[in-house]
T-cell receptor, first 111, second 119 residues
Framework: KAGVTQTPRYLIKTRGQQVTLSCSPI?????VSWYQQTPGQGLQFLFEYFSETQRNKGNFPGRFSGRQFSNSRSEMNVSTLELGDSALYLCASSGGRHEQFFGPGTRLTVL | AQSVTQLGSHVSVSEGALVLLRCNYSSSVPPYLFWYVQYPNQGLQLLLKYLSGSTLVKGINGFEAEFNKSQTSFHLRKPSVHISDTAEYFCAVSAPALNSGGSNYKLTFGKGTLLTVNP
């Protein structure tokens, strides 16, 4: 089976812009979770989608949003980018209750 | 709510040495525990997991971990490390998300331990 794929791998944006990141889960997996990874805060949970519904949500402002499509592919959107949004954004898919499989991440740089 | 504490943000050892990476967790229910590894510019890869059964869990690349319920620990060790083991290691606990009625689980990570293996 192909692993979790994320596109694009690298992005450079300027403050105030918005960005959309994409994640394709492992075939058959219905759960997709998103994480933000920064040197200072480590891995922080953004949200989880299951069968097109947001099932869990972390403590991030409303500028961060996501959605999941009927084929389980997921997108996350960040509006009005701030310098502090520079991070590695990781997507993970799961076919069960516990184990998650991670993609390579999207490195977002906000200038 | 669950939490994970990894003692030591950076561990440096010589090639061939034994390494022990420490992880303590808190969880209101029996936990499911994981260790992930992250190589530079990559995502996270599962090293091993404890769901139930034997408290000694063996994973990939010669790593193993022991679940200790009384000490709420899940320490990772490898008897003889290689330079290629240089990476960041994350301990994680999976437990029911708040207000989910136990119907769905959330993965919580520790801050990570950077392991450097020197020649």
């Amino acid at each position: 089976k192909a692993g979790v794929t994320q596109t694009p791998r690298y992005l450079i944006k300027t403050r105030g812009q918005q960005v959309t990141l994409s994640c394709s889960p492992i075939s058959g997996h219905r759960s997709v979770s998103w994480y933000q990874q920064t040197p200072g805060q480590g891995l922080q949970f953004l949200f989880e989608y299951f069968s097109e519904t947001q099932r869990n949500k972390g403590n991030f402002p409303g500028r961060f949003s996501g959605r999941q499509f009927s084929n389980s592919r997921s997108e996350m959107n960040v509006s009005t980018l701030e310098l502090g949004d520079s991070a590695l954004y990781l997507c993970a898919s799961s076919g069960g209750r516990h184990e998650q499989f991670f993609g390579p991440g999207t490195r977002l740089t906000v200038l | 709510a669950q939490s994970v504490t990894q003692l030591g943000s950076h561990v440096s050892v010589s090639e061939g040495a034994l390494v022990l990476l420490r992880c303590n967790y808190s969880s209101s229910v029996p936990p499911y525990l994981f260790w992930y590894v992250q190589y530079p510019n990559q995502g996270l890869q599962l090293l091993l997991k404890y769901l139930s059964g034997s408290t000694l869990v063996k994973g990939i690349n010669g790593f193993e971990a022991e679940f200790n319920k009384s000490q709420t620990s899940f320490h990772l060790r490898k008897p003889s490390v290689h330079i290629s083991d240089t990476a960041e290691y994350f301990c994680a606990v999976s437990a029911p998300a708040l207000n989910s009625g136990g119907s769905n689980y959330k993965l919580t990570f520790g801050k990570g331990t950077l392991l450097t293996v020197n020649p």
